[in-house]
């Protein structure tokens, strides 16, 4: 949900890294209990050390709702900053550190995208009645709005295969926004493939289908991706192997369908964080996924070793610093207060409600 940006002004630049932690320190001190400060596992390790929770994107949302603070601070990317606010109540200010850092794929599904969509899907098939969307949480406002009005559920990584079981009984198809690979994954392994899943390519007249594919598929899934993810690919788990044969490879299913094939596990941010801490000790593993959180995965299990697959970070959770923090909680309730338009906020919490009741 786009938003004014507003730039770290230059008093809050070149602090002294211990200066601003004793400054962040004294804030929480001061605020106590209405002070929450929330952390994405992909964001540095100078932020997260200051936040109360860190966790996947839905996680903390849900500690947003559940917490008596009054303040929420959100450090992770925009569209997480905006489920917090669907979530908490209207008495508590949900505030994002660094505007800036967005989503692109997030951002891949807009509005007027996704309503075209729609509408080209009803004439191909005569009517959109047999059709829910689906859209993963990694979305903005908007498309959880949209999908709420058509009578659609939210998902997340962790409980995509649930969510896709409580769509499809419910109608003939189902439309998946934005991530094409999640939604490829998760419908392969509920036994869809070939003609049954197609991708709605959205610079294409009818995504790139004729009518009669759009009748015969049971999925569809929209054309849009994460980099951070997308980046590995199955010749680094053949040079992972080459080089030591006893290696484990875990993924996340935001990677391309061969890649998830070719690893000995695929799962959520929290699936691997799971995985990891289970395998015994001596163990050898290379981590798909971000940064920040396999490196972070490392030094908690020094019994193991834990490296990334191979480098891959997202720019937009880089961009969040302790500098943003430390302005935000000097300038408290004044600047990047997150809002929602208060139409979009009631159909987008229908969306996250129904998830909740699967």
């Known amino acids: 949900m ?9 008093e809050w630049l070149g602090l002294d890294p211990q200066d601003m932690a004793e400054r962040i320190r004294a804030h929480r001190g001061r605020l106590g209990d209405d002070l929450l400060i929330l952390g994405h596992h992909y964001q540095k390790d100078e932020v997260i050390e200051h936040a109360d929770h860190s966790g996947d994107s839905y996680g903390l949302a849900q500690v947003a709702a559940q917490s008596r603070a009054r303040w929420i601070v959100f450090c992770g990317v925009e569209f997480m900053a905006d489920s917090a606010r669907l979530l908490a109540r209207d008495d508590q200010v949900v505030i994002h550190p660094d505007t800036s850092a967005g989503c692109p794929m997030a951002d891949m599904a807009e509005r007027t995208g996704t309503e075209r969509a729609w509408r080209e899907l009803g004439e191909a098939l005569g009517g959109t009645q047999g059709v829910l969307p689906v859209t993963y949480v990694n979305s903005d406002v908007e498309t959880k709005a949209f999908t709420g009005r058509h009578g659609g559920i939210v998902c997340t990584s962790s409980n995509a295969a649930r969510v896709f079981d409580w769509a499809l009984g419910r109608a003939d198809k189902l439309f998946f926004f934005p991530d094409e690979h999640l939604g490829r994954n998760t419908a392969f392994a509920k036994g869809f493939h070939g003609p049954d899943v197609l991708l709605w390519n959205p610079a294409l007249p009818m995504g790139g289908h004729d009518p009669a594919e759009l009748q015969r598929a049971r999925v569809l899934l929209w054309k849009g991706f994460c980099h951070v993810h997308t980046h590995f690919n199955t010749a680094m788990i053949q040079q992972a192997r080459e080089a030591d044969p006893d ?104 969306a996250l409600e129904r998830m909740l009741a699967v």
Do not use: Y
């Open 2 to 10: 786009a938003r004014p940006r507003q730039s770290l002004p230059d």
């Open 247 to 350: 290696v484990k490879v875990v993924v996340h299913p935001e990677c391309e369908r061969q890649v998830v094939a070719a690893a000995d596990a695929a799962g959520s941010t929290a699936f691997i964080i799971d995985w990891c801490a289970a395998q015994p000790a001596g163990s050898r593993i290379r981590v798909g996924t971000e940064l920040n959180l396999v490196q972070r995965l490392g030094r908690r299990h020094g019994d193991k070793e834990i490296l990334p697959l191979d480098r891959s970070l997202c720019p937009n959770m880089w961009k969040i610093s302790p500098n943003d923090l430390l302005w935000v909680l000097d300038r408290l309730g004044e600047v990047n207060v997150v809002e929602v338009d208060a139409e979009l906020r009631q159909d987008a919490r229908v």
